[in-house]
């Protein structure tokens, strides 16, 4: 989903935001359109990885965000070759004793041990993704960045001007 604008100022817990909007409606999302909204909810935490050399707290809710997407990928979707075409751990309603849901492990602890490191590769994989992305488009990075601290928003026309500045042109393909 194409970014709608960036901001590096504070809303609630939030002390930034960028902001995506489909182009279309969806129901059903692909298992690489889920990884790549995990490589980008990562995003932030590879970029104080590589500008910062350290972390901080401030990626805390993305990482939550993606490793409940890599679960449920795994959990609910089915989408792990090594776990199968399977759902494992059955929700239940149960509103009425003070909980909205719980969920009902219905699998064996050794299954449990293999849901976990499935999702752990898909995160690892994802921001390893990012991570590359990143360092090779590290011009980019910190120009987004310094336009930011200048502006503190940008919308999509200035991120689409500032990458397509960044990037050399695309050689055109004739057809001899």
């Not at 690489?32 to 932030?44: D, R």
């Not at 360092?135 to 980019?140: P, T, V």
């Not at 503190?152 to 055109?172: K, Y």
Request: charged share 25%; glycine share 6%; net charge negative.
């Amino acid at each position: 989903d194409p970014i709608h604008k960036v901001t590096i100022i504070p809303r609630g817990r939030a002390l930034g935001l960028t902001q995506q909007l489909p182009i279309d409606e969806k129901h059903t999302y692909p298992s690489q359109y889920l990884e790549n909204n995990i490589a980008i909810l990562l995003g932030g935490r590879a970029a104080e990885e590589i500008v910062l050399k350290d972390y901080t707290t401030g990626a805390g809710n993305d990482i939550e965000r993606a490793t409940n997407l890599a679960r449920k990928m795994v959990c609910e979707w089915g989408m792990s070759p090594i776990m199968g075409p399977l759902s494992y751990g059955k929700k239940e309603e149960q509103i009425f004793l003070g909980r909205e849901f719980a969920t009902h492990k219905d699998y064996s602890e050794d299954t449990a041990k293999h849901i976990d490191e499935e999702v752990v590769s898909i995160v690892k994989r994802n921001y390893d993704k990012a991570l590359s992305l990143l360092n090779e488009h590290i011009e980019i990075l910190h120009k987004i960045s310094s336009e930011l601290l200048e502006k503190e928003v940008l919308n999509s026309t200035e991120i689409d001007e500032i990458i397509g500045s960044a990037l050399p042109a695309q050689p055109v393909e004739t057809n001899q």
